[in-house]
Each structure stands twice: as C-alpha cells, then as structure tokens.
C-alpha cells in the first residue's frame, strides 16, 4: 500500500511515520509512506502556501493552486482509490474506518493548517473527509499520523504477529481483554489464576467475558443492536 501525505509542515511526519511498526512496514515493503512538502509546488519566490481570507475573517487559508498542482502530479503517475482531507467536521475516524483504508492500494492524505483550505479543494479534488475527534487541532499532519499509524498496522504481514491485530480493541466491536506478564505477583498484586493455568479452553472463556463485561461497563455504545 502506497500513502502520499501533503504538508506545509513536513518536518512534524518525520518521527512517527519513520519508528517501530511503520518503520518495519516499509522495510518489508507492505507500505510505502511518502510526504510532500506543499511549498515545493509554489511558483512564487516565497514560496506562498497561504492567503487572507474573502470575507475579511481572521486567520490564513491554504491556497488552491499548490495543492492542485500536487495533487494532479500524484494523480497522473498512478490512480487513486481516495483522497483524504483531515478536518474536524469529518466523519469521526474509528477502526471500521481504518480497516477499509487497508484494503486500499493508494491513498492520499491533505493535511489542512491556518483556519482551514479553500472550499473548492473540499468540493472539487477530496474523495473523503476524516476527523480523529470532536477537537480542532492546529495542523492536520496529527491526524495524517493517526490514520497511517492505525491502517499500516493491520496490513496483512505488517506487524509480524497478525493475530496480535486481530484481538486488539475495537475488532469485533469488543474492547480488548487485560494482558499481564512475569513476575505472576509483585507487591501482593496477583494475576488471574485462570491464566496461570495452562488450561487453554478456559483462558480463552474468560478473555472473551472479560472482552464482554468490560465493553458493557465502559463502552455499552459499541454492543447496542
Ligand atoms: N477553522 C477550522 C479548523 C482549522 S484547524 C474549523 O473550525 O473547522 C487546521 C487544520 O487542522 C484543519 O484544516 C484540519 O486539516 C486539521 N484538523 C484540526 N482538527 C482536526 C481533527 N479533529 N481531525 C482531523 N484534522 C483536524
């Protein structure tokens, strides 16, 4: 899978995108993460990314033409199954969400800055609108985070161990049962008999009441039919 994310602030993708899982993702070549700093598709000396407003409110706006400009670059070396703008009246990111994007070969994501894009972007060149939550953030590059961080995991051989994907939060609606490791006690505070019993069928009965009870207590939104 193939992610291009557009930026006035490349320099913010740097680390989250190039460590651990995702790092690992592109040396194995299930994921190629590329980030292209908008100012490179500026035709002005300063490099020009923003504009007042029409209207007279305060706060920049991305202009249109560098990002159309990049975007059609990207567009006429390959096709694109989406193209993502991270805005806080998306629709709200979740792990449905992110499964459907790993299927994908070739996504874009449009950070936005400044009070937000011109409209025509929205209505004319994005595909989908993702928001990670009802807060506004300054920049979308946060967000871009977000979005490659949770699909490139769950990229079939990605993570290495893919069972481990699979029984995390949220698959299957269920939140996920508590894990403990060595020593089995420290401080008086113990670790459930049931899994220190070697008794397979009944470890796997009390992750799934406990993935239960506590989607009850915690999340009942996630189970309501
Ligand atoms: N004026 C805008 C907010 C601009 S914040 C408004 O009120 O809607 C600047 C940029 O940060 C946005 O264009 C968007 O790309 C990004 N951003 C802010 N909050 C976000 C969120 N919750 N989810 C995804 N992107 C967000």
Same mark, same amino acid.
């Given at each position: 899978?193939?992610?291009?994310?557009?930026?006035?602030?490349?320099?913010?993708?740097?680390?989250?995108?190039?460590?651990?899982?995702?790092?690992?993702?592109?040396?194995?070549?299930?994921?190629?993460?590329?980030?292209?700093?908008?100012?490179?598709?500026?035709?002005?000396?300063?490099?020009?990314?923003?504009?007042?407003?029409?209207?007279?409110?305060?706060?920049?706006?991305?202009?249109?033409?560098?990002?159309?400009?990049?975007?059609?670059?990207?567009?006429?070396?390959?096709?694109?199954?989406?193209?993502?703008?991270?805005?806080?009246?998306?629709?709200?990111?979740?792990?449905?969400?992110?499964?459907?994007?790993?299927?994908?070969?070739?996504?874009?994501?449009?950070?936005?800055?400044?009070?937000?894009?011109?409209? +025509? $972007?929205?209505?004319?060149? %994005?595909?989908? =609108?993702? !928001?990670?939550?009802?807060?506004?953030?300054?920049?979308?590059? /946060? #967000?871009?985070?977000?979005?490659?961080?949770?699909?490139? +995991? $769950?990229?079939?051989?990605? %993570?290495?161990? =893919?069972? !481990?994907?699979?029984?995390?939060?949220?698959?299957?609606?269920? /939140? #996920?049962?508590?894990?403990?490791?060595?020593?089995?006690?420290?401080?008086?505070?113990?670790?459930?008999?049931?899994?220190? !019993?070697?008794?397979?069928?009944?470890?796997?009965?009390?992750?799934?009441?406990?993935?239960?009870?506590?989607?009850?207590?915690?999340?009942?939104?996630?189970?309501?039919?």
């Amino acid at each position: 899978m193939r992610i291009d994310i557009i930026t006035v602030v490349p320099e913010l993708l740097a680390s989250p995108l190039n460590e651990s899982i995702l790092k690992r993702a592109q040396e194995s070549g299930h994921a190629e993460i590329y980030v292209h700093n908008l100012r490179d598709y500026t035709d002005d000396k300063r490099r020009t990314v923003d504009d007042y407003p029409f209207g007279g409110e305060a706060g920049m706006v991305m202009k249109i033409e560098p990002v159309y400009r990049c975007i059609e670059k990207l567009r006429s070396e390959r096709d694109y199954d989406e193209i993502i703008f991270t805005s806080p009246d998306g629709i709200t990111y979740n792990q449905q969400e992110a499964n459907r994007l790993s299927l994908m070969n070739n996504i874009i994501i449009l950070c936005g800055h400044y009070k937000g894009i011109d409209y +025509r $972007i929205r209505e004319h060149l %994005i595909t989908r =609108e993702i !928001s990670i939550g009802d807060y506004v953030l300054t920049g979308g590059e /946060l #967000a871009a985070c977000v979005i490659a961080d949770s699909v490139v +995991r $769950i990229i079939p051989g990605a %993570i290495g161990d =893919e069972a !481990s994907a699979l029984t995390d939060c949220f698959q299957d609606n269920l /939140l #996920a049962p508590p894990v403990y490791t060595r020593p089995a006690e420290f401080n008086g505070w113990k670790v459930p008999d049931v899994l220190l !019993s070697g008794n397979f069928a009944e470890i796997e009965k009390w992750q799934e009441d406990q993935a239960w009870s506590r989607t009850k207590a915690l999340r009942p939104d996630l189970i309501k039919e």
